[in-house]
């Protein structure tokens, strides 16, 4: 079911609640007053508006202290108060990206993006252009060709799917090419040279280095194991240089109106990172790490992410755990209840998958927050089937949730919500499948399982609560793209005319609470932040005209003009007076 709604609270009583929260004394003035054509407080009792129709947001330090018309909040004014006005603009709690990677996504994002290519001679040439004209002039042979952002579709035959084809490009460079799906990646002769590998080899879950009938390895290296022993030979830059593309990138990410980030990736140095940049500056939003847990982790490592729950910086911190129960339907490391129709995708990453349930349940058990990548309907199920073995009110002492969730029946649907599991959902992956259905992901599923494509709607109607983000660097970040896509997924508009189907799109009132309302209180942070009211922090995002009215091309180009993250502005665009 949705999480309970916060009901208005009489004017007088939210005063006194923020002299509580501000310190012993009332706050009586405000530092800033925000008006606005229109707040959406979220704060009603279906979760969207109370009504009222404010206007106008005072600020007192970190926190907010009133919300009203110009009347109701001109008690807390004085001369010493800022004031702020932006005719026609839409003030929203913070948004947040439910679910992205920008800490692995620094290694995901480097080399030519081969995103657009829909071949292999589109591959070729955009990898052509980033390097130089000819091998005596330009980079040494040792120097690697990266690039990321692949697609199995550029490949006729799914079984064709080899490094060598690449050489011709690479020309005795070591070549790394990173699918989009995040969970395979892509190596010529002259690379897998570098790393050592020389045939299939045995890893503590499902991952695989994929061999041809010759016993030698293709190059295609399938899941986080497989793909880590290429990639450590890799080159990833000093850690002052990463903290740099970090701080560039969360810049970005806050420009777009982001003010928190739920970060599944939390492997390597993500930590170290952070206190960098909390070092000579301030994050430009909060963010709250999940560290991922892989096939094979020891009990020390086990016991070692235990004791750092909690802990953290000035603007992050670290909160639960990710793992990932399986992999993705076009690397055919999904796990589904039937094969796809090659025949793949019939198992967990875990091995054996009571191994994924012993993890889980230790943290469950110890009240730590879990999330799992469970993308085919098997998946799902054993995840929910691991949740269910744990005492009702042990279950929900801490928010459990899935993760992506492609592919899947009603009937495990109702599960979900009869468990209170949470969906964390990304609905701008819809626009990655062909309308016609002619992509790897639809073809290997079959019409009938395709047709249940990522089925946000059907999660909602079911009482699920519903999660929103991009998965980040698998999709844009942009979060007004991804809400263009849950509220029109089905609107020929988007992504160039392509559209999932059937159409699985929601109200927009249930959008903006996945990036905002519910995805604070699953974060954790719903009594903190994630509406407009008095007492909670100032967590805003401000916006050019009106998310909820706007056409869906009009989202594609949403302005931002301001974040507040605890009370502090970053003004992104120009606007206000």
Known sequence: ?????????????????????????????????????????????????????????????DRILAVGDADAVSAFVDSRTERLTFPGATLMPGWSDGHCHPVWGLEMTAGTILLQAGDLDQAKALLRADLPADGASGAPSGTWVLGWGL????????????????????????LYLRFRDGHSGLANDAALAVAGITGAEEFAGASQIVVGADGRPTGHLLEMEAMARLESHIHRGSLSERAGRLGRLFDSMADRGLTSLQVLDANGDPFELCTELERVGELPLTVRFSPLIQPGVTDSELARWVRLQGTGGRRWRVEGVKLMLDGTVEGGTAWLEHPDLLGESTRPLWLPPEEYQRVVLHFARQGIPTATHAIGDRAVEFAL???ATLPEELRRSATHRIEHIETLPEATIARMAELGVVASVQPIHALHLHPDGRDSWSVRLGAERAARAIPIRSLVEAGVPVVLGSDWPVADFDPFKGFAAAVARAARTLDDGRVAVPDQSID?????????????????DGEHTGRIEPGLSADLTLVEGDPLTMTVDELQRVTVLATWVGGRMRRVAGGGA
């Open 1 to 61: 079911m949705e999480p309970d709604a916060h009901a208005e609270v009489p004017l007088a009583d939210r005063v006194d609640r923020v002299g509580h929260h501000l310190g012993s004394n009332l706050v009586t003035a405000a530092e800033l007053v925000i008006e606005a054509a229109r707040v959406h407080t979220l704060t009603g009792p279906d979760g969207s508006g109370d009504g009222s129709e404010p206007t106008h947001v005072a600020i007192a330090g």
């Open 151 to 174: 697609t199995a579709d550029v490949f006729t035959d799914q079984s064709d799917i080899a490094g060598r084809v690449f050489d011709d490009v690479a020309a005795g460079r070591p």
């Open 385 to 387: 089937e691991t949740l």
């Open 508 to 524: 927009r009132w249930t959008a903006l609470r996945g990036y905002t309302s519910t995805s604070a209180i699953v974060r954790g």
